[in-house]
């Protein structure tokens, strides 16, 4: 046997052909989408204008199953199926009875997950006859995805990328121009919401949430485009079910189930993504643990409430119904820029309530420890996102070690970090700080790396 | 069909376990290497304390085939065999008959096909109980790779990496760092050599001759190293016939026969582990031309001379026959690091001297717009080295075109572009410049980018 590595790769012509929607399968319907204008839920007419009319569809449908149009086929074949691979390396070097497996999303020319579903909200846009897309973007992760959509299906885009990532990443603002799109950094000055939030506070280092603010902004203020979202939303979510479907194809080859699913959370899209075609088995008594696993300076689901909060931080856009440190919480600028959100998706909030996902939080050395050990077994950079997972991993596994447990754990691999090597050279440094978490009001004083 | 793309997989049990060897099929015997202390042809006592043992016997072998090391198999099974991928949305951007294919082996953990040699090399040098490597590096790519290899097989290495890459590329820096090598910039402090030409000019911005130089000083300062080369030598370029291997099989699989076999050229790796497993075929009479893309202000096989030259600045090291501008010829630091040699392989250069491999060199700026073309249509950001090849296939691609003619153009896709967006970021600005060839001693004044 292979003593680093096996793995099992689903041929292209068993590619699943549908998305699995997760939201009827849940024990419960979930709460409605509120609008921050009226108080009241949301209606198709307000989706459909900040959305596509397929994408305010899908948030709401029903159907278990819903089909991938054949030219989105067409792209992930760039990429797709994704290498289902098994970390034997990392089980000898933690000397753990446990099989540790990786879905390998990586490979996606944009370098992540966030491809999945990206190509499929550019080419509903691109049908409905919309010119531009507006979107967020936090680490780029979504960003580069979503510009190279616009450029295949031929659409403007505005990414509006949190200021803090804008600045310490421009190599992903590089590749986003290199694709075409337009980029400005969050808060920032073409929009009113950015002007203000900068006449506060020149120095803001922007979130998620007011680049999501500057993008509403942007879209309320032309009839022509449509805003995209690269997690948060239940079509977002569906689109990235490829994974745990082709992950499902691919343990029957090897006729193995997982015990653990484990991903990291910023919003929600790849842990979704990954455990919600399993979810129905669980309710029906797998013993299939789902963990998610946060940042120790913005956990929502380990430290948040349960309750309304706005997505974005000015309050100007749907209100939902999830975990949430607060929508005007500002997550300190860790390098993990993809998981600084202070809440999650409605529908990863609902599973955590509904005790169908466990959540745990790690800080960024623990994390950023992960990762190199797991890049000089496997030779695979992981974004600092998906360190998060694997820091997860390590722990589960040694707990089986400790048990003696031959369980099957499976990680989303969701990224590859080779555009954040400015904080793995931080980390080999020395450099980087854990962000003390009980005082967030002094945040300013305490901006690492 | 797909529009974009269409793939051609072979199964990791159709690997291949043997390399093919170039050198018994040449038409006549290669030229002696030449120890430069002593004027005569190197002995095997002067290959062996250089290289290892087994590099050594690799390097004069005339056997056709020789077997792949199990430890070296399980390593590439990693992410070999790579995919073989048809370029469909670039034919219909160029409007040609012809087919165009590349073998994408940007998949590799490192990023480029050079973890092909770098973990056989690793391997002989920890069976042979040697505890160190040395190497020199341009871009970065062979650093990353040998780095990995290292660390994967338990050797520590240092690595000399061209002074103008090492400030230029600091992610490339970073990564060999993550994986656990010592990176010095060449021309530097740590060495003799290094120390004379920063005398001379503190500001020299390094070349692969002088990291070259630098590397064989340090070996030959310490008994348990040995040092590692990422091109120029037979068995370098031995190692990277797996990828011309695994092309014939693929390209079997759906009854194809490449007309044109593309690559960049720096010292010549990626062509020749292209070309190589396809020279006796062309040598009984298949017509398919070996085209080396060249960088038109470094580019010995378009430009240079056939004769003896040195492989390293100092000219301390062996001397070859091959094309060459010459040892004392200091590239112009432009973004394609890797192709900043003033020679090329003695393989590659009895290829060109005996009529078997072309040659075309183009501007750096003309190299960028096909990489962004590219990128734009298939989403994979190739490196600056790539892009040559690409240019070169793009023009292949026009010529068939103009002729009606439905050829099979195949490149080899040597490395991913991620850690080249400043050169990209660069391009997009409009500030990159093309060099004046004409004008290599007003090199200083013209320094680009």
Redesign the interface.
């Known amino acids: 046997m292979?003593?680093?590595?096996d793995?099992v790769?689903l041929?292209?012509d068993q590619m699943p052909k549908r998305w699995y929607n997760g939201i009827p399968a849940l024990p419960t319907a979930p709460e409605p989408y509120i609008d921050s204008t009226t108080d009241a839920p949301v209606t198709l007419d307000y989706v459909e204008r900040l959305w596509t009319k397929a994408m305010a569809a899908q948030e709401f449908s029903l159907d278990r199953w819903i089909s991938i149009p054949q030219?989105v086929l067409?792209?992930y074949?760039?990429w797709r199926p994704t290498p289902l691979i098994r970390a034997v390396a990392m089980e000898r070097y933690l000397d753990t009875p446990a099989q540790i497996w990786f879905k390998y999303e990586a490979?996606?020319?944009?370098?992540s997950h966030k491809?999945n579903s990206a190509l499929a909200q550019a080419y509903y846009a691109k049908r409905e006859g919309h010119s531009r897309l507006v979107t967020d973007t936090g680490a780029g992760q979504w960003g580069s995805a979503l510009a190279?959509a616009c450029?295949?299906f031929g659409l403007d885009l505005s990414v509006f990328m949190v200021r803090a990532s804008y600045h310490q990443k421009?190599?992903r603002?590089?590749?986003m121009?290199?694709?075409?799109a337009q980029v400005h950094p969050s808060p920032g000055v073409t929009t009113e919401y950015g002007r203000g939030v900068l006449a506060d506070n020149p120095d803001h280092p922007g979130s998620e949430a007011t680049a999501v603010s500057e993008s509403l902004e942007t879209v309320r203020a032309d009839p022509a485009a449509r805003m995209s979202v690269g997690a948060f939303s239940n079509h977002c979510l569906l689109h990235q079910t490829i994974i745990g479907l082709e992950l499902r194809e691919q343990l029957a080859m090897i006729d193995r189930y997982p015990d653990y699913l484990v991903a990291s959370v910023g919003c929600g899209s790849n842990m979704a993504g990954l455990s919600t075609p399993f979810m129905e088995d669980k309710l029906n008594g797998s013993e299939t643990t789902f963990l998610a696993v946060e940042p120790e300076a913005c956990a929502p689901l380990t430290y948040g409430e349960y309750r309304f909060d706005y997505a974005d931080a000015a309050g100007s856009g749907p209100g939902v119904c999830t975990y949430t440190l607060g929508h005007e919480f500002v997550p300190p600028p860790i390098h993990a820029g993809g998981l600084r959100y202070h809440g999650c998706a409605p529908l990863i909030g609902q599973m955590r309530h509904q005790g169908i996902l466990d959540s745990v939080a790690y800080p960024q050395t623990q994390v950023f420890d992960a990762g190199?050990t797991f890049?000089?077994?496997?030779?695979?950079?992981p974004a600092p996102e998906t360190c998060h997972a694997i820091k997860g991993v390590i722990d589960l596994a040694l707990q089986c070690k400790e048990q003696k447990r031959d369980a099957t754990i499976v990680f989303n691999y969701s990224g590859?970090g080779?555009?954040d090597?400015?904080a793995?050279?931080r980390y080999?440094a020395g450099e980087l700080r854990d962000v003390e978490v009980e005082s967030f009001d002094e945040r300013e004083a305490q901006v690492v790396g």
Not at 2 to 5: R, V
Not at 107 to 111: C, L, Q
Not at 177 to 180: F, K, L
């Open positions: 292979n003593t680093l590595l793995r790769d041929p292209l030219p067409d792209a074949a760039m490979t996606s020319p944009s370098g491809l190279l450029q295949m421009p190599y603002r590089y590749l121009e290199t694709y075409g190199v890049a000089r077994l496997h030779g695979f950079l590859h080779l555009l090597l400015e793995y050279g080999n």
